[in-house]
């Protein structure tokens, strides 16, 4: 069930150390990571590294295909063959809304009406 993730150290920056000997006496850990975290840090994130390709003509798609004719006992036949050379990722893409990163060590609830 593997993931090759690190387990003594976080990653990102608002994540903390890690390292439970370091708590607070109050117990608030949010006000903990926040602490140990640098000060500009969010867990939202607003950017993204684009799954989509451009190809030789400049279009812009997350696949290719080439069409060729393939003939077979006096048949022919077309099939699509998947390019994979020649291509450009498109790079880093901004977000329309920014989304909460995954290992955002962050606790978000609803107010409740209290009744």
């Not at 000060?39 to 060729?68: I, K, Q």
Request: glycine residues 10%; aromatic residues 10%.
């Amino acid at each position: 069930m593997g993931g090759s993730g690190s387990k003594s150290r976080g990653f990102w920056s608002f994540s903390g150390s890690g390292s439970g000997d370091d708590l607070a006496k109050d117990g608030n850990e949010q006000t903990l990571a926040r602490a140990r975290s640098f000060p500009g840090a969010t867990p939202f994130v607003f950017t993204r590294r684009s799954s989509m390709f451009f190809d030789e003509d400049g279009d812009l798609a997350h696949e290719f295909y080439e069409e060729t004719i393939v003939t077979k006992n006096g048949r022919k036949k077309a099939k699509l063959k998947k390019i994979q050379k020649n291509l450009t990722p498109q790079g880093t893409i901004k977000l329309d809304h920014p989304c909460i990163h995954m290992q955002a060590r962050t606790t978000f609830k609803t107010k409740q009406k209290v009744s």
